[in-house]
């Protein structure tokens, strides 16, 4: 698998992602409300899952692109692989 064919994947292959957003949404929604009671601090709480679970899918992401770049040079396969470990890494210091 090469950069072209990853970015330029047939429309019907990609299609089931469209619900990643909204599982995204509804299930941190529902993780903030177990949570806590008002809804400042529901919506609050899930705004942060949001966003950390976001930056977790983008970098396992890159990682995995980075390792499919079968036919790409070696240098642009470590550099998309690196920066998905490094925004990994960078999770650890979200609070």
Not at 16 to 38: K, Q
Not at 40 to 69: K, N, S, Y
Request: aromatic share 8%; proline share 3%.
């Amino acid at each position: 698998m090469n950069a072209s064919s990853i970015l330029l994947a047939a429309p019907g292959q990609l299609e089931f992602y469209w619900h990643l957003p909204i599982l995204i949404v509804v299930v941190c929604l529902v993780y903030g409300a177990t949570r806590h009671d008002h809804w400042g601090r529901i919506l609050h709480e899930a705004g942060r899952w949001m966003l950390r679970m976001a930056l977790f899918l983008v970098g396992i992401m890159l990682v995995l692109t980075g390792l499919a770049l079968d036919g790409s040079p070696l240098v642009l396969r470590v550099a998309v692989a690196t920066v998905g470990v490094a925004l990994e890494a960078s999770l650890l210091f979200i609070k």
